[in-house]
C-alpha cells in the first residue's frame, strides 16, 4: 500500500527566506505527484503537478522536483512572503488511486 | 468559470438521516473523486470514477454510496450517517484518471463540504 510522508510537519521561517519542504513515497510505481496548497478551512489549490517522466516543474517562486526511483519530491520556496504561510501537500496518483501526505504547515513571519 | 462545486457546504444532520453531497464539474472531465480529511488522518479518498458508469473504491469507502450516471456530477450519499462520518469532505476532478503519466490527470478541488453528524 502505497504511504506518503512529508518532513517537517511545522515550519517557521523570516520573511525572504528559502526553504524546501520534503515528500517521500513508498510506491515508485506513479502517475505523477502534485502539490497542493491549503489556508485553514479553505479548498485545496494546486500549485504544481510534476509526471513521472519529468524531474522538476517551475512555476513563479515554486520548483519542485521528483526522484520517483528514490521516493522523494522536493517543494523550493525562494524568497518566502507571509502570504506563503499555509498547509503544504504533496500527493500521488495512481491508475485512479490518490495518497496524500500529512502535509507540512509553514508560517513566514514579517 | 472553470471550476468544481459542492453543496451544501455545511451541514448537521442527526444520526441515521439519509444525504446526499452534491458534486458538480463544468470542466468536461472524465475523472472525479471524493476524499474526507480529519485532523491527524490527512486526506483519505473515498471512491473515484474514471467515467460515467464506472466508479471504484478508494481508501475508506465504508459507509459510503457514489453513483456517477452523467459526467458533470458524481454525487457521495450518506445512506446510514454515523458520527464517525463527522468531516471535511471534498471533491476532485480531473481531465482523465488512467493512462500513463500525464498533465491531464491534475487534480481540482472544490471548496469542501463541512459534514457534522450528531
Known amino acids: 500500500k502505497q504511504e506518503v510522508t512529508q518532513i517537517p510537519a511545522a515550519l517557521s521561517v523570516p520573511e525572504g527566506e528559502n526553504l524546501v519542504l520534503n515528500c517521500s513515497f513508498t510506491d515508485s510505481a506513479i502517475y505523477n505527484l502534485q502539490w497542493f496548497r491549503q489556508d485553514p478551512g479553505k479548498g485545496l489549490t494546486s500549485l504544481l503537478l510534476i509526471q513521472s517522466s519529468q524531474r522538476e516543474q517551475t512555476s513563479g517562486r515554486l520548483n519542485a522536483s521528483l526522484d520517483k526511483s528514490s521516493g522523494r519530491s522536493t517543494l523550493y520556496i525562494a524568497a518566502s512572503q507571509p502570504g506563503d504561510s499555509a498547509t503544504y501537500l504533496c500527493a500521488v496518483f495512481y491508475a485512479g488511486k490518490s495518497t496524500f501526505g500529512d502535509g507540512t504547515t509553514l508560517t513566514v513571519k514579517p | ?118
Not at chain 2, 474526507?36 to 470514477?49: A, C, F, K, M
Not at chain 2, 463527522?86 to 488512467?98: E, N, R, V
Open chain 2, 1 to 118: 468559470e472553470a471550476q468544481v462545486t459542492q453543496n451544501p457546504r455545511y451541514l448537521i444532520t442527526v444520526t441515521g438521516k439519509k444525504l446526499t453531497v452534491t458534486c458538480s464539474q463544468n470542466m468536461n472531465h472524465e475523472y472525479m473523486s471524493w476524499y474526507r480529511q480529519d485532523p491527524g488522518l490527512g486526506l483519505r479518498q473515498i471512491y473515484y470514477s474514471m467515467n460515467v458508469e464506472v466508479t471504484d473504491k478508494g481508501d475508506v469507502p465504508e459507509g459510503y454510496k457514489v453513483s456517477r450516471k452523467e459526467k458533470r456530477n458524481f454525487p457521495l450519499i450518506l445512506e446510514s450517517p454515523s458520527p464517525n462520518q463527522t468531516s471535511l469532505y471534498f471533491c476532485a476532478s480531473s481531465l482523465f484518471g488512467g493512462g500513463a503519466s500525464s498533465s491531464y490527470n491534475e487534480q481540482f478541488f472544490g471548496p469542501g463540504t463541512r459534514l457534522t453528524v450528531l
